[in-house]
């Protein structure tokens, strides 16, 4: 049994425990055996005194000492009809040490009496006073050695010690055998099945059943099990989605080539003599073209994760800049989108260059999308600041604002569109790449006013990030 074990530990526990408790009741028990000790030599004395009164002769002075040697006493005092009377008297080695009247000692002050005379090791001489029994007189006095007495101590506090420890060792036996019973069993089996479950969580088959009969531990089995059950299926749900997300992936890849080889021939369709062909070429250019973008937003989020931002320090009115010039030429001339920049020319951030680019063009793109769908003419507004923290950067819109449902789900795969048509990949991977910096990307109005994004990005972002800064730079 070792002490690092919850058994070990119980039972070392309870023997400690109990031990203590032998001690709170070895004084009181001490001072028991003392406080009878004396009363017993009180009336042994009384017996030889009353042997010789009822003899009305003087004894033999042998005999005397005989009877003072079997009381185990100097000598005896009977007060009798308030007459103190020396009955039997020995010489006293000593000076008497103390005197203890039996008749007024207190709990407190006997088991002080009993730890004095247990731990003064040297043989004296006590007076003790007491009541004789069967009312044979007003008191009775002896004198007597404490050698005897301390003897006798020690000797019953050893024997009640060793019995003591013998209680302990069988009641910390007993206790270890009901805590394996009772606790440490149940807790052996939620360890195994908690084992079993690790090495294949996919399978319900190795899902605890709750069965135990303490209720403290009934409710960890139950607990356990849940946890068990939602992460099966949690784990099912999963190797579902990845498998068809490969499928997609694979799909989308081979759909790619299939419409990027549609779209060379698309583009040779705007030579046709045709008037209706030429008319409907651009239409199905970009159809195509919309197309061939799915599939590649697909296979980029189906990738396991986006490369670690490469930081760099750069002017970000300069990439806004370029970022206006692409999204004003994709724009429809018809819906007449404003793009409109509040950078002050000097801003120089630190972040990785072409994923910060993407961050802006998707939430660039949106907008625009947004207000074109309109109809009607709009503004998309581009801002940005620093503070000690870090910097900030605000895409805004005068559009139509997000319905509900793009809301809740705004920034999750396939979920999050507001277009119709759209995947609702943009945000999410905007939102990944801004993450990745170390960063959050948040949306702060979206109302029939317009919508506004807000991106953040810390000025640290750690040790890492340190050591690619200064490789880039």
């Known amino acids: 049994m070792r002490l690092?074990?919850?058994?070990?530990?119980?039972?070392?526990l309870t023997i400690l425990f109990v031990m203590l408790a032998e001690l709170f009741i070895l004084l009181p028990a001490l001072a028991s055996f003392r406080l009878d000790y004396l009363e017993s030599r009180l009336e042994?004395?009384?017996?030889?005194?009353?042997?010789?009164?009822?003899?009305?002769?003087?004894?033999?002075s042998e005999l005397e000492s005989e009877l003072l040697q079997n009381a185990g006493v100097f000598n005896v005092v009977l007060r009798r009809d308030d007459i103190r009377q020396l009955v039997l008297s020995s010489p006293i080695p000593g000076p008497v040490a103390a005197t203890y009247d039996l008749r007024e000692e207190g709990v407190v002050q006997t088991i002080d009496d009993a730890l004095w005379t247990l731990f003064d090791n040297r043989d004296r001489v006590i007076r003790?006073?007491?009541?004789?029994?069967?009312?044979?007189?007003?008191?009775?006095?002896?004198?007597?050695?404490?050698?005897?007495?301390?003897?006798?101590?020690?000797?019953?506090?050893?024997?009640?010690?060793?019995?003591?420890?013998?209680?302990?060792?069988?009641?910390?036996?007993?206790?270890?055998?009901?805590?394996?019973?009772?606790?440490?069993?149940?807790?052996?089996?939620?360890?195994?099945h908690m084992s079993a479950y690790a090495s294949a969580p996919e399978d319900p088959q190795n899902i605890i059943a709750p069965n135990a009969r303490l209720a403290e531990l009934l409710e960890a089995e139950t607990a356990l099990e849940s946890m068990q059950k939602t992460v099966t299926s949690s784990l099912k749900q999963k190797q579902r989605m990845a498998q068809l997300g490969e499928a997609v992936a694979k799909i989308s890849h081979d759909l790619r080539n299939i419409l990027t080889t549609a779209q060379i021939f698309a583009d040779r369709l705007?030579?046709?003599?045709?008037?209706?062909?030429?008319?409907?070429?651009?239409?199905?250019?970009?159809?195509i073209t919309r197309a061939v973008n799915l599939c590649e937003t697909t296979l980029a989020f189906g990738k396991a994760e986006e490369p670690a931002p490469s930081l760099s320090r750069f002017n970000l009115s300069h990439l806004v800049h370029d970022l206006v010039e692409a999204e004003a030429l994709a724009a429809e001339a018809a819906a007449r989108v404003e793009f409109l920049t509040d950078i002050p020319p000097s801003l120089t951030i630190r972040a990785d260059r072409d994923q910060l680019y993407r961050v802006l063009s998707n939430l660039a793109r949106n907008a625009r999308q947004?207000?074109?769908?309109?109809?009607?003419?709009?503004?998309?507004?581009?801002?940005?600041?620093?503070?000690?923290?870090?910097?900030?950067i605000r895409v805004g819109d005068s559009g139509?604002?997000?319905?509900?449902?793009?809301?809740?789900?705004?920034?999750?795969?396939?979920?999050?569109?507001?277009?119709?048509?759209?995947?609702?990949?943009?945000l999410t991977i905007a939102a990944d790449l801004v993450r990745g910096h170390g960063g959050r990307l948040e949306l702060i109005r979206s109302d029939s006013g317009g919508s506004d994004f807000m991106i953040h990005l810390p000025r640290d972002m750690g040790p890492g990030a340190s050591r690619q800064t200064a490789a880039a730079n």
């Open 128 to 192: 003790v006073i007491g009541a004789p029994v069967n009312q044979a007189g007003q008191l009775i006095e002896i004198t007597m050695p404490t050698a005897p007495l301390r003897t006798g101590m020690v000797d019953y506090g050893l024997r009640l010690l060793v019995m003591s420890a013998a209680f302990s060792i069988l009641t910390a036996v007993l206790l270890n055998l009901a805590a394996q019973r009772l606790i440490l069993v149940p807790i052996r089996r939620v360890i195994s």
């Open 44 to 60: 042994r004395a009384q017996i030889a005194s009353l042997a010789l009164l009822a003899t009305d002769e003087s004894l033999a």
């Open 400 to 426: 139509p604002g997000l319905p509900d449902k793009a809301r809740e789900f705004l920034f999750q795969p396939f979920t999050g569109s507001a277009r119709k048509g759209g995947t609702g990949l943009g």
């Open 4 to 12: 690092n074990t919850i058994s070990g530990r119980f039972a070392a």
């Open 270 to 287: 705007e030579d046709s003599a045709d008037p209706k062909v030429v008319r409907a070429a651009p239409k199905l250019l970009n159809s």
């Open 370 to 392: 947004a207000i074109e769908g309109t109809g009607q003419p709009g503004t998309v507004e581009i801002g940005a600041g620093e503070t000690d923290a870090g910097w900030w």
